[in-house]
């Protein structure tokens, strides 16, 4: 196994085991269990109103007419309420304007019937919630999680029920077109969707995993995304799409144990995308064009789950460009693919191109990318104005340079040197 933070841990119950809870889990009486939570007389709602952990959950449950609901006496419930930081990620102006998505996804909150204390649940337990949606108990070292949100204020006791509270607001009610909407982080996610026309896909989704770039991954990439075409974008996020189930961060784990600590698998835009488990807390994506973020995995949705990442994945077929093998004609020429003289190479906006230097003694023959003026914008020391540009993704050593092609950089490259002799010069020219 390998050594992930314990909340990728797998457990050994299946993850499909499903429990039926019933009142029967809470038969043990206060008088049965002397270490169980002291008997109130506040209802949930009244629990909820007087406790400031969940001041933002109290003002919800009064705008979506739910107050008289968990006030009721004669009711039993088990509230899995999310704590005010629960709700950060998310654009409660968005969530409100949507009719019946705040009601939606409280009521996905809750399990009707039956008072469940924290000693109750077990490890891959599937629990029915009041909107006849489920959610997959999980238990490890770190404590309980459900569908990705940890119980942090367990087996808070009211007349009519239970609350835990939890780190996260559970959006598994609502499609994936409507969780990358109501996230602050997939913002430009969902506006690329929108625009390029996939948003029905993303409602209509069944069985989806999808990797979301974060918004600074999007602003990281806009120079090169504004050079593509709509049907260009569109392919680049299903490229993002696992189409043939809902893989959790366990499941996930799981594979990469069982090969190796690295899978291919394809996508729905046709392609293949390798993913890596490089240490005991980094999984990466084609080779490090992102990795996975920790502290966003495993948000589900009624039609799949995602997990969100620091960079926008490009399909091989978009980021390949041509690899000029080099050489030198002493210190008076390069030599590129065999045709001496420095020849003019030609390159494309959104290209990955490499220079491949392995013959070359760079030591004598250090190469470089510079502008028309002779500064110097990359080189084989990976130094350079755009040496640190998140987007160029400059690797550069003494077998060669590789980088990508952004409108940035295209806009300035006008040569390629050897910058200790000024006869090894050749033009760089852009063809978009």
Known sequence: M????????????????????????????????PGAPQPTDDTISEVVAADDRFTTLGILLDQADLIGTFDNPNATFTVFAPVD??????????VAGVDGAVSDILTYHVVDGAAVF????????????????????????????????????????AENGVIHGIDRV????????????????????????????LADAFVDADGWTVFAPDNAAFEAVADVVAGLEAEEIQAVLQYHVLPDGATNSTELLGLLDANGGEVTVTTAQGEDLVITLEDA????????????????????????????ID???????????????????????????????????????????????????????PFAIVDSGGAVLLDQSGNGTF???GEVDLVANEDGVTFTVTAGLAAELASYICTAHGSMTGELAVVD
């Open 2 to 33: 390998f050594g992930l933070p314990s909340m990728f841990r797998r457990s050994l119950p299946a993850v499909g085991a499903t429990l039926a809870l019933t009142v029967a889990l809470a038969a043990c009486s206060d008088d049965d269990d």
């Open 85 to 94: 930081a629960a709700f950060e990620p998310l654009d409660l102006d968005v």
């Open 118 to 157: 924290s000693g109750d649940l077990e490890d891959g337990q599937v629990v029915t919630t009041l909107g006849g949606e489920t959610l997959l108990v999980r238990i490890d070292d770190d404590g309980v999680r459900l569908n990705g949100a940890r119980v942090i204020v367990p087996d808070v006791e």
């Open 170 to 197: 559970l959006l598994g009610s609502r499609h994936l077109a409507d969780v990358v909407w109501f996230l602050d982080d997939t913002r430009e996610l969902y506006d690329a969707v929108v625009a390029v026309g």
């Open 281 to 308: 807390s980094t999984i990466s994506f084609n080779g490090g064009q992102a990795t996975l973020n920790l502290d966003e995995i495993d948000r589900y949705a009624s039609n799949g789950i995602i997990h969100l």
């Open 311 to 365: 960079g926008v994945l490009l399909p091989p077929s978009f980021s390949a460009g041509p690899t000029f093998s080099m050489g030198n004609e002493g210190s008076s020429a390069w030599i590129v693919d065999g045709e001496g003289g420095n020849p003019t190479l030609e390159v494309e906006t959104g290209q990955r191109v490499e220079f491949d230097l392995a013959e070359v003694n760079s030591s004598v023959h």
């Open 387 to 389: 040496s640190q540009g």
